[in-house]
């Protein structure tokens, strides 16, 4: 969301996407989060913005997870059940958890959880 609002944060995910790019890193989103975003640009902007944020991020170099295995499914809802998480924010969290990478966010609910070192974040 910060990048796509230009918001502080958005320098920084433009080099992590430019990376992924020169397939110098690996970017992975969980679809539930692509749904997030397009229901935030929705709500302030509308259909044709929310599909067309969409349409952009799709286009992005991330690997997009589509399926909701039990792991993902139990390590979102207990992240949900002990922290102040919205649920798909759980989500990004577990995702981040199960395969072993920072949480790229500027989201101050996700301190919590990784001051307690159940994940490591990228801060922005």
């Not at 080099?15 to 997030?36: A, C, P, Q, W």
């Not at 969409?54 to 991330?62: D, H, K, T």
């Not at 949480?103 to 301190?111: M, S, W």
């Amino acid at each position: 969301m910060a990048f796509l609002n230009d918001e502080p944060g958005a320098d920084f995910v433009s080099d992590l996407l430019e990376r992924g790019n020169r397939r110098h890193t690996t970017l992975s989103m969980h679809v539930i989060n692509l749904g997030e975003i397009y229901y935030a640009v929705y709500r302030v902007g509308g259909e044709v913005q929310a599909e067309s944020a969409y349409a952009r991020v799709r286009g992005f170099p991330i690997r997009f997870l589509a399926s909701i295995e039990e792991d993902l499914l139990l390590t979102a809802a207990r992240l949900k059940g002990q922290y102040l998480l919205s649920y798909a924010d759980a989500f990004a969290g577990a995702t981040a958890i199960l395969l072993d990478v920072p949480l790229v966010t500027a989201d101050p609910e996700f301190r919590a959880p990784a001051r307690d070192r159940l994940l490591q974040l990228l801060w922005r």
